[in-house]
């Protein structure tokens, strides 16, 4: 289960835009996890169910904590530039414009299409699944991703 | 042969909306291939940037400052419209009484004084209307008083 840590640390800090909350969520996931199994309800694909109900968890944290979270939203710690901060290797080989511009359409997207965008192309997920984690009917999925695709592919403009 | 396919239709059938015709001129177009590829490449790029680099830091503001200047604003509305009230309107419908004559004044004083200074809610009479008793009269009202006698 400690496979799917960092894909849904991943995949929260994408959904929520907080490091912090993303951490926080995932720790209820696995409480979560824990739980099932320890009343025998596991589920038959684990990757799936973690899925699902950290999709859900982070919706319910944006849902209640909208207030919260934009007062008390902060830079974290581990967020801050260090002194002698030296660009990873993904980060080097992008440029500083398009990564920023990349990042801003993605948080400029509708949060269905975030979700879906992030799931389908991030996690590498077949449409169905994505489906089944977000409640949606496959062609809904579909359509969502075709319009976040066109949104981004247009803010990524001339620094192609 | 149909015409090339436009960047929306690319990215319809990319996102597995196209319809057949739009997908078999796909499979057979260099050029449409070559742009699809180019897609693709956009893609990997998005992608590799969500997955692998930090989002950039955008220092939110605190919040009190986004909703300061609309706390201003309403704060100042709020007062100007105070200020109206009392000088357009409250003033307008506040009946003003009439200017005094000095002996109305002095009538409606004097009829204070009485009904403060009145014995048994009656009012005590004014001046020249009777005057003080004298120490017989005094005696007499004691005498009555005692007797049980009128005077």
Known sequence: MTAHYGRLRRLCRLMLGDPQEAEDVVQEVFLKAHEAERLGRAPMDWGAWLTRVAVNACRDRRRAGGWMRLRLRSTHIDDLPLVADTQAPSEAAVGEE???????????????QQEVFA?????????????????????????????????????????? | MTSCLSDDTLERVHADLGSIAERAHLAGCAACTGRSRRLRRDLDLITAVLRDTREPLTRVAPARRRWMPAAIGLSTAALALLVWVEVAVWRAVTPVPPTMQPQEVAAILSDV???????NGDPVPAAGEEGPLSLEGMAREVDSTLTGDEP
Do not use: M
């Open chain 2, 113 to 119: 004084s009485a009904s403060l200074f009145s014995v």
């Open chain 1, 119 to 160: 799931l389908r192309y991030v996690e590498e997920q077949p449409t169905a699944d994505v489906a089944l984690a977000l409640g949606l009917s496959p062609g809904s999925v579909k359509r969502h991703l075709y319009r976040a695709v066109r949104h981004l592919r247009r803010a990524l403009g001339d620094t192609r």
């Open chain 1, 98 to 112: 398009t990564r920023r511009r990349i990042w801003k359409a993605f948080r400029a997207l509708p949060r269905r």
